[in-house]
């Protein structure tokens, strides 16, 4: 496994969460800037500052900056690469609430848009982004896409879509040596497929505990998945290119 020393990490999505989470962690593991991104400006700074006080905490020397971002948005997220410059590793943990419901009441129309964030935000991602050689993307869905609940059936769809295209980007962004995106390959592709992470910062903190530990004694591992269990996984190893990586604790056997 490889140390992330000297590395840019990027982490859209990283105002809270898993994002957040990534973010600490490749600082522990010695990147030495950090950049977070996500809509809400407040939910950026905020980050900003708690990454701050971690790295003095931590006695690390390293920076962290945040932009806002909203991945609905192609022209923005264009113009974020644009200015941010090259980078070693891409995290998308970003993502908006589900549409959820029974699907024959669904209205299909209003929901089109639920892929804009995910899918759509993450290819226009993969094609701007200036990452150097030995670098990785790293994309987010969830363990839907093996084990959908019923009223998920959408949300299951625009998940295999963005999981698919891990696939096409892994190769594509590898093998096409005319295009200028190959220039810096290779560039590893993957996505994470989490079951119930250890971070619910939405919830309070009781209700969270209580259903985490309810979690994870549901799985056959007994404990539920912190953010350094996957980092190692998708960022610092290496050899792995193409892969859904679920991350679940056998979430998707019980
Ligand atoms: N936590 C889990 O147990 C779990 C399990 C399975 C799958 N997942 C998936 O993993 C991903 C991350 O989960 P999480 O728990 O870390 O979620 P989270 O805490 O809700 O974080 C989502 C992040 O995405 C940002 N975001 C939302 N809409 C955005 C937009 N349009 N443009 C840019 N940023 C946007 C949010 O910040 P702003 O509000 O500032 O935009 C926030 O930083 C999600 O896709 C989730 O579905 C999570």
Same mark, same amino acid.
């Given at each position: 496994m490889s140390d992330l020393n000297g590395q840019t990490v990027v982490v859209i999505g990283g105002s809270s969460g898993i994002g957040f989470a990534v973010a600490t962690q490749s600082l522990r593991s010695h990147a030495s800037l950090v950049i977070i991104a996500s809509s809400s400006a407040q939910k950026v700074d905020n980050a900003v500052n708690g990454i701050q006080a971690f790295i003095q905490q931590s006695g690390l020397i390293a920076y962290v900056t945040g932009k806002v971002l909203n991945m609905k948005d192609s022209n923005q997220i264009r113009a974020f690469f644009s200015e941010i410059g090259q980078l070693d590793h891409l995290v998308i943990t970003s993502g908006d609430p589900p549409i959820l419901g029974p699907f024959k009441t669904l209205d299909l129309d209003q929901a089109r848009g639920s892929f804009d964030t995910r899918f759509w935000g993450a290819a226009v991602a993969a094609q701007s982004a200036q990452i150097k050689k030995g670098g990785s993307i790293v994309l987010t869905v969830g363990t839907v896409i093996k084990k959908p609940e019923p009223g998920w059936a959408?949300?299951?769809?625009?998940?295999?879509?963005?999981? #698919?295209?891990? =696939?096409?980007?892994?190769?594509?962004?590898?093998? =096409? #040596?005319?295009?200028? /995106? #190959?220039?810096?390959?290779?560039?590893? !592709?993957?996505?994470?497929?989490?079951? /119930? &992470?250890?971070?619910? +910062?939405?919830?309070?903190? +009781?209700?969270?505990?209580?259903?985490?530990?309810?979690?994870? +004694?549901?799985?056959? !591992?007994?404990? &539920? &998945?912190?953010? +350094?269990?996957?980092?190692?996984?998708?960022? =610092?190893?290496?050899?792995?290119?193409?892969?859904?990586?679920?991350v679940n604790g056998g979430q998707t056997l019980i």
């Open positions: 959408l949300v299951t769809g625009q998940a295999g879509a963005t999981d #698919s295209l891990t =696939r096409g980007l892994s190769v594509d962004l590898v093998k =096409r #040596s005319m295009l200028r /995106y #190959s220039t810096l390959a290779p560039i590893r !592709v993957n996505i994470i497929a989490p079951g /119930y &992470v250890s971070l619910w +910062d939405t919830v309070p903190q +009781d209700a969270r505990e209580k259903m985490l530990q309810e979690a994870a +004694d549901k799985l056959l !591992v007994k404990h &539920v &998945v912190s953010a +350094d269990e996957m980092l190692v996984l998708c960022i =610092r190893c290496g050899f792995i290119t193409g892969e859904t990586l679920h």
